[in-house]
């Protein structure tokens, strides 16, 4: 597909299917998150993917387990493809995707939340380029400061002073693929 033609078919999927996405497929969308622009050319960030639906489902407990609604009242995110802010019955921030990658970054570096989801972005869209449906979530901190989450770390060689910055969920869409959605308009200008 061409690039903004791409660009404007992806969407944020919140339904999957149970079928999981190739180790091929995972590996070109982790290659395409270590392709993009990062601060001072650092390549600080480090990508886990997990291709497994069970640990994926508990990682996206852990991540909507501390998710604070309070203060959401009167906001919605989507209709067609409801978040965990639109549904509070919804027990996972993974919303049944059967795979994730994980972008850690490092704690203390200035521009680490910028990389991850620099990361994050070349991934959605590798993803939507291989037919793959994709969301970006957050709360990566929170997710893995917990002990079942701290097991995580240690069993995958995180390094200390790096941090969860963000997560891409995979897997293919469950009913109809939402379309395009329109742009608020005045958003952009150019001088000349
Ligand atoms: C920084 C960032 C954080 C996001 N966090 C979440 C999240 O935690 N959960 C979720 O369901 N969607 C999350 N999203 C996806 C947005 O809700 C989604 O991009 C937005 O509603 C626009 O919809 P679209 O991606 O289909 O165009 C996040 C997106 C960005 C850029």
Redesign the pocket.
């Known amino acids: 597909m061409e690039l903004l033609e791409l660009m404007k078919y ?5 339904k999957y299917q149970d079928w999981q996405i190739s180790r091929d497929d995972m590996e070109t969308i982790i290659e395409a998150g270590t392709y993009a622009p990062n601060a001072g050319g650092g390549q600080r960030s480090i990508i886990v993917g997990v291709r497994n639906a069970e640990l994926t489902e508990k990682i996206g407990r852990l ?1 909507v387990a501390r998710f604070d609604r309070t203060r959401l009242s009167g906001s919605y ?2 209709t067609d ?1 409801p ?3 639109d549904d509070s019955t919804m027990k996972s ?1 993974f ?1 049944g995707a059967p795979a994730v990658c994980i972008v850690f970054a490092m704690k203390n570096f200035l521009y680490s939340i910028p990389d991850a ?1 620099c990361c ?2 070349n991934m ?1 869209l590798m993803a939507a380029e291989l037919g793959i449906s994709s ?5 990566g901190e929170e997710t893995f400061d917990n002990e079942i989450g701290a097991a995580l770390l240690r069993e995958w060689n995180i390094p200390e002073n790096y941090i969860a910055r ?2 891409v969920i995979l897997g293919y869409c469950d009913g109809d693929y ?1 379309q395009p ?1 329109l742009r608020k308009a005045h958003r952009a200008k150019i001088i000349e």
Do not use: D, M
């Not at 992806?10 to 919140?14: D, Y």
């Not at 969301?135 to 709360?139: D, L």
């Open positions: 992806r969407r944020s999927i919140r991540n995110v989507s493809q978040s965990i802010i921030g919303y989801f994050a972005e959605v969301c970006v979530i957050a709360r963000c997560f939402p959605k």
